[in-house]
Nanobody, 119 residues
Framework: QVQVKESGGGLVQAGGSLRLSCEAS????????MAWFREAPGEAREFVAN????????YYPDSVKGRFTISGDSAKNTVYLQMNSLKPEDTAVYYC????????????WGQGTQVTVSS
């Protein structure tokens, strides 16, 4: 059974940094894509970044471009989201999504990790 687990959230002051981690487990994977989404209270879930097992990162919305960086370790089926220059508007629950087909079908999700940025 595929499992997805995030870690690394917390409370940080504006301008600070956090690094989130996400690991997929349960069986061997020959290919995958992983993505980070975030959901703030009262707002729609927002796509933040994604990357595949080859290390090709594909998209950052303007809201995080230049501040967030996604990276991956294919041997560990793990991705990281380095978040710098955090702003109060980055406060949200961050979810990791996993696609073992590498077709953009994120059928496996983690439980989410809270990121709170104080002003």
């Amino acid at each position: 059974q595929v499992q997805v687990k995030e870690s690394g959230g917390g409370l940080v002051q504006a301008g600070g940094s956090l690094r989130l981690s996400c690991e997929a487990s349960g069986r061997a994977f020959s290919m995958w894509e992983m993505a980070w989404f975030r959901e703030a209270p009262g707002e729609a879930r927002e796509f933040v970044a994604n990357i595949n097992w080859r290390g090709d990162s594909t998209y950052y919305p303007d809201s995080v471009k230049g501040r967030f960086t996604i990276s991956g370790d294919s041997a560990k089926n793990t991705v990281y989201l380095q978040m710098n220059s955090l702003k109060p508007e980055d406060t949200a629950v961050y979810y990791c999504a996993f696609d073992p087909t590498a077709r953009g079908e994120y059928n496996y999700w983690g439980q989410g990790t809270q990121v709170t940025v104080s002003s």
